[in-house]
């Protein structure tokens, strides 16, 4: 009797202990302090389903409940935004690859939370519509235009390998992304390496053609939402919100309400139409897999080898997932 007595105590215990754990870890994923959130934005279409999500005041909603106030801050690149994240003027952010790698080497205390996309179609080489060059391989000895040290010349360098080619093999030249449609009108240079949305609206204006993509080479084209990780350890409710609401955009996307769907084209200044031919290009998902992780690691090598970092690292101990698989 004793025997049993004690075996049934020891059990209760253990499920006492079980469950003391377990409402522990719930407690501790559902902590947040702040009483505001600052999201950073830009108008890439690799954030369509969190700007879905903004228009449709999901964010807003979710956090309402738990008293946090949300602040959206506008930004047309990765690098003001890593700069504000380092402030603390924005807590959460979605950038490219360049960007999320890029802050971490520089010793920003980042992490990724949550993937946005993987969208190799979304990076093009083009070149105008009268061109002679029809391949890579015709680009030796030519001029090619893009953002030195982005992703696009990731693309470049990649595509050029791909080829049998080198950087020595042809002239880079160093723009803007809003200067893409003007290099190659005027004829400044040959080819052009740039993303979307701009690959649309100048192949829908006539004044380029694609002849190659990403996916022609490897380049997986990674994008990601990243936040301050003194702000997720502090907050991982608010952090798992923000991530679960880019989440419910994807699925938006399936079948979209035209009205939000028409102001997310005009966040990112295109027409409807052009909005669901670009967003096609993009495989949305917030879960990281190791070849997103292969790929941020591929991108920490390119940017090595052209010298804008000092040594490569792993970037798979900076993935924090808010959103269990």
């Known amino acids: 009797m004793k025997k049993k007595l004690l075996s049934v105590v020891l059990t209760l215990s253990l499920a006492a202990s079980y469950a003391g754990t377990a409402l522990a870890a719930e407690t501790e ?27 449709s005041g999901w964010i807003e909603d979710a956090l309402s409940d738990y008293g946090v106030e949300v602040v959206w801050n506008e930004f047309e690149s990765g690098p003001p935004m890593n700069e504000s994240l380092a402030s603390g003027s924005s807590d959460i952010g979605v950038v490219g690859d360049v960007p999320i790698v890029s802050a971490v ?87 052009a390496a740039i993303w979307e949305p ?43 919100v923000v991530a679960e609401q880019f989440q419910k955009g994807i699925e938006a996307l399936e079948d979209p309400d035209e009205e939000i769907y028409a102001k997310v084209a005009e966040d990112l200044t295109l027409e409807p139409e052009q909005l669901e031919a670009v967003s096609s290009k993009f495989d949305y998902k917030v879960e990281v897999a190791q070849e997103d992780i292969d790929g941020l690691n591929d991108t920490i090598e390119f940017l090595v080898s052209i010298g804008v970092l000092m040594e490569a690292f792993d970037f798979g101990p900076y993935v924090h997932a808010v959103i269990a698989k």
Do not use: W
Request: glycine content about 8%; aromatic content about 4%.
């Open 198 to 240: 701009t690959v649309t609206r100048l192949a829908d204006k006539g004044t380029a053609k694609i002849i190659a993509t990403g996916e022609d080479c490897g380049l997986l084209g990674v994008n990601g939402m990243v936040a301050r990780k003194e702000f997720v350890d502090e907050n991982p409710l608010i952090a798992r």
């Open 105 to 191: 080497a520089a010793g920003q205390d980042n992490v990724m939370i949550a993937l946005t996309c993987d969208a190799p179609l979304s990076y093009n080489l083009l070149v105008s519509p009268d061109s002679e060059i029809e391949s890579v391989e015709d680009l030796k000895g030519k001029k090619i235009a893009t953002v030195v040290g982005s992703t696009a010349h990731n693309l470049v360098n990649k595509l050029l390998g791909s080829a049998g080619l080198t950087m020595q093999d042809v002239e880079l030249i160093n723009i803007s992304a809003g200067d893409v449609e003007t290099v190659l009108v005027n004829g400044e240079v040959d080819a």
């Open 29 to 55: 994923a559902d902590a947040y302090s702040a009483e505001v959130v600052n999201i950073a934005i830009q108008p890439s279409a690799a954030f369509v389903p969190l700007y879905y999500a903004k228009e």
